[in-house]
């Protein structure tokens, strides 16, 4: 079995990570390419699991739209699979990344695994592009890898093969307990130093994240009113590492009142945000991994969008989704820091730390048979 792994942006490196562990564990031949849809978001994460991609298309240009990168991707992307011929295409998730390297290698008539398949809204403009992206990679995948059984239903539904559909929990538990390890065995670098000069025990910690297109203006907007109207607290720090998005960079930084207590930080490495999710009192995000990881730690995520994929971290209490308005998102927010939520507790509904064991698994069966 000769397989090609691609990605291109932070949470797919995140999650694709643990799988080239298990990969290089059981010998297996596999190549990394990847399309640097995001450039330093990227290279933190390859530099964190010493990750050195044997093609790097190097494609991310300042903001960049969806149909330039898009043709970028199919345009570099083709060469790679014709030199090397691989029986399986990798892809993770819901980028453009994913979904045109799955398109690519569907063209040239490679199987193609997706992992983290069967999330869905069934609304296609949120999330924007990326409930678009998933549908599409449904329909031409071939192993369906889905994180949860509420995901492998999404696909049996659509008349996805029931044999091609294997439940496995999501990598990026098992890249969370890696990380959780080593930051607990005493790893340390130089942002977690700075955080911990940064944070202040005796207050509760918030910690944000923030990048969704389709909460570009208002949803941002409504975000920075309920962080300036939280920071009012005497008893709150607000951390905030700001997606390198020009979009939503321009917004944040002019409309987050500057103040000691709200402080806005650059993209975090992973461990960095491992440690400092777990030192925070809850979480405020629009992030579909931040939704996963956070059930780890016991903390309650206020999801700031309209709908979900995620449904199973609400139906545990791990998250509470509240739209964008800024009343409902401090609403939440208060009752948390007031004590009439309590920490969430239980098992991690997205994973147990050993999807990329079982999705190797998988393959190795599947090729075996051959
Ligand atoms: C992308 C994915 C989204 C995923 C998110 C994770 C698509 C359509 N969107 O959104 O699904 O949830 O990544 O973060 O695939 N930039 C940098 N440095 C970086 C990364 C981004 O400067 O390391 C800036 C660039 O100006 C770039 C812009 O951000 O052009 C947008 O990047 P892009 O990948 O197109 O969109 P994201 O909003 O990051
Ligand atoms: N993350 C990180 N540093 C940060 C913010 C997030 O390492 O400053 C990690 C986070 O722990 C999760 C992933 O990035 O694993 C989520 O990425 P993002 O929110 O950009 O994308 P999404 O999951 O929404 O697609």
């Not at 790679?80 to 980028?95: A, F, H, R, S, Y």
């Not at 969704?212 to 409504?222: D, V, Y």
């Not at 975000?223 to 960079?249: A, E, M, T, W």
């Not at 992973?270 to 925070?280: D, G, Q, R, T, V």
Request: glycine content about 6%.
């Amino acid at each position: 079995m000769k397989v090609l792994l691609t990605f291109g942006t932070r949470p797919e490196a995140i999650k694709m990570a643990p799988v080239i562990r298990e990969l290089i564990r059981r010998k297996i031949n596999f190549k990394v390419c990847v399309t640097a849809q995001h450039r330093e978001m990227l290279d933190q994460v390859l530099d964190f699991f010493s990750i050195q991609p044997d093609f790097d298309l190097n494609l991310m240009v300042p903001d960049q739209n969806l149909n330039s990168l898009s043709a970028q991707i199919f345009k570099e992307f083709a060469p790679v699979l014709n030199m090397e011929k691989p029986d399986l295409v990798i892809v993770q998730g819901d980028t453009t990344t994913a979904f045109c390297v799955a398109m690519a290698a569907f063209n040239a008539g490679v199987k193609v695994a997706h992992i983290e398949a069967g999330l869905r809204t069934y609304n296609l403009t949120s999330p924007y592009p990326e409930e678009g992206n998933r549908q599409l990679l449904s329909r031409i995948a071939n192993f369906h890898f889905a994180p949860t059984a509420h995901a492998q239903q999404n696909l049996l539904k659509e008349g996805v093969t029931k044999e091609d559909v294997y439940v496995t929990g999501n990598t990026s538990i098992d890249a969370l307990e890696y990380a959780k390890s080593i930051l607990k065995s005493g790893y340390r670098n130089s942002e977690i130093n700075d955080l911990e000069k940064r944070v202040d025990p005796g207050l509760n910690l918030i910690l944000v994240t923030a990048h969704r297109r389709e909460n570009f203006q208002h949803g941002l907007l409504e975000l920075c009113k309920s962080l300036n109207y939280l920071g009012n607290r005497k008893d709150v720090q607000i951390l905030f590492p700001v997606h390198p998005n020009p979009k939503v960079q321009k917004i944040i930084f002019e409309n987050i009142d500057s103040r000691a207590n709200i402080v806005l930080l650059k993209p975090l490495n992973f461990p960095a945000l491992m440690w400092l999710m777990e030192k925070s009192k809850f979480i405020i995000s629009d992030s579909g991994g931040v939704q996963e990881e956070a059930p780890s730690f016991n903390k309650i995520v206020i999801v700031t969008r309209e709908v979900t994929e995620r449904i199973e971290g609400l139906e545990k209490g791990f998250s509470i989704l509240v739209g964008t308005s800024a009343s409902r998102i401090i609403e939440e927010s208060e009752q948390i820091l007031n004590g009439s939520i309590p920490d969430p507790s239980g098992p991690n509904p997205y994973g147990g730390g050993n999807a990329a064991a079982r999705i190797t698994d998988v393959l190795l069966r599947s090729f075996q048979k051959v």
